[in-house]
């Protein structure tokens, strides 16, 4: 059974840095692709980031510039890095990973971290 487990959010002020992590029960390169999502309240869950084996990735263009998907393959590990952060920013944040198989697709989330950012 896949785990996802993150960590790494909390309450920051505007302008100020964040990074999540998401540890992986197994190796990350068993994974098609991983990304971040968040979803705020009385919102949609977004995609924020996503990254596949290749190492391409692409971004929410609200998060352009400001924010950075990486993987750890030694560490089986997701990152999302996080700077200039702004108050709309703030939601809980999941990893979410993606094996295809065949012509089907396996998500797998994490329970999510807060992140919290303050004006």
């Known amino acids: 059974q896949v785990q996802l487990v993150e960590s790494g959010g909390g309450l920051v002020q505007a302008g100020g840095s964040l990074r999540l992590s998401c540890a992986a029960s197994?190796?990350?390169?068993?994974?098609?692709?991983m990304g971040w999502y968040r979803q705020a309240p009385g919102k949609e869950r977004e995609l924020v980031a996503a990254i596949n084996r290749s190492g391409s990735t692409l971004y929410a263009d609200s998060v352009k510039g400001r924010f950075t998907i990486s993987g750890d393959v030694v560490k089986n590990t997701l990152y999302l890095q996080m700077n200039n952060l702004k108050p709309e920013d703030t939601a809980m944040y999941y990893c979410?990973?993606?094996?295809?198989?065949?012509?089907?697709?396996?998500?797998?989330w994490g329970q999510g971290t807060q992140v919290t950012v303050s004006s």
């Open positions: 197994g190796s990350i390169l068993n994974f098609n692709a």
């Open positions: 979410a990973a993606a094996v295809k198989i065949g012509d089907s697709r396996v998500d797998f």
